[in-house]
C-alpha cells in the first residue's frame, strides 16, 4: 500500500514520515517517482508541521526544468510508491515489536557499511549536479529605457547637455540614439534611449547624476521602460 491522499494532512504526515530518513522517493538520485509525487502535491508543505517533506518539496522543485529527462517511469501514478503499511507511518507505536534477541543481524556492520557507501554516491551525484548547474551560463537582464532630459529654457547648449550627458560611463551602460524634442517657447529637451543592466545600473542614481550637471539640466524623467 503506497501513498494515498497527499493533499490530505494525513497523506502529507506519510509523506514526511516516509522521508524522514530518505532524500528521494526511490533510490538516491531524483527519478520520475519525485515527479509524480511532486505533480500530486499542489504547493509546498508547511515547513514547521511536515520539515521533511518540505525539506523534499523544495529540492525537488529545483529540477523541474529537468523532469522530461530524469530517468524511470513517468506513466506510473503516485500511489504506487511510499511505505508498504500506511497505519504504521501514521502511527509509528503500531509497528511491530522488535525482534528477539535470538534474531539479532550479526552482519549488521556489512549493511552500515552499505548505506555510508550509498550516502556518498548520493553526495557525489549532488554535488556533480551542483556544479553542473552552476556551469551553466546565467541570464542577464537587461532594460531599455527612454529618458528625457529638460534644459533650464532656450539659451542651454544642447550640444553641451548631450555631450555631458553620454560622457556617463558605466559597466552595464550603453547610449542609444537621441533626439531633441519641442517643449514650448522655443525650448527642446533632449530625448536619449539606453540599454541598461539591470544588476549593475541604477536607473534612479543615473539620473541624480545627470541632474548633477546643473549648468545645463533642470531634471530627468524616464518616458519609458521596457525589459529585454
Keep these: 500500500m503506497g501513498f494515498t491522499d497527499l493533499l490530505s494532512d494525513a497523506g502529507l504526515t506519510v509523506l514526511n514520515s516516509f ?10 538520485s531524483p527519478s520520475q517517482a519525485d515527479i509524480a509525487v511532486f505533480k500530486a502535491i499542489t504547493s509546498a508543505p508547511a515547513a514547521d508541521k511536515y520539515p521533511h517533506a518540505a525539506r ?66 548520493r553526495e557525489e551525484r549532488l554535488a556533480a549536479y551542483k556544479a553542473k548547474k552552476d556551469a551553466k551560463p546565467k541570464t542577464t537582464a537587461k532594460s531599455v529605457v527612454t529618458m528625457e532630459v529638460k534644459p533650464w529654457d532656450d539659451e542651454t547648449d544642447m550640444a553641451a547637455l548631450e555631450a555631458a550627458v553620454r560622457g556617463i560611463e558605466k559597466d552595464g551602460l550603453v547610449w542609444g540614439a537621441s533626439k531633441l524634442v519641442a517643449v514650448g517657447f522655443g525650448i527642446k529637451k533632449l530625448q536619449i534611449n539606453l540599454v541598461v543592466e539591470d544588476e549593475k545600473i541604477s536607473i534612479s542614481d543615473l539620473q541624480e547624476e545627470i541632474e548633477g550637471f546643473e549648468d545645463y539640466v533642470q531634471s530627468s524623467d524616464v518616458a519609458a521602460m521596457q525589459k529585454l
Design 19 to 28: 522521508l524522514t530518513t530518505r532524500s528521494y522517493i526511490t533510490g538516491y
Design 56 to 121: 523534499w518539496y523544495k529540492h525537488i522543485a529545483s529540477f523541474e526544468d529537468e523532469f522530461p529527462t530524469l530517468p524511470g517511469d513517468a506513466s506510473k501514478p503516485y500511489t504506487v510508491y511510499g511505505p508498504e503499511e500506511v497505519a504504521v507511518a501514521l502511527n509509528p507505536a503500531k509497528a511491530p515489536a522488535a525482534e528477539e534477541e535470538d534474531d539479532v543481524d550479526l552482519f549488521a556492520s556489512d549493511d552500515e557499511e552499505e548505506d555510508a557507501e550509498a550516502a556518498r554516491v
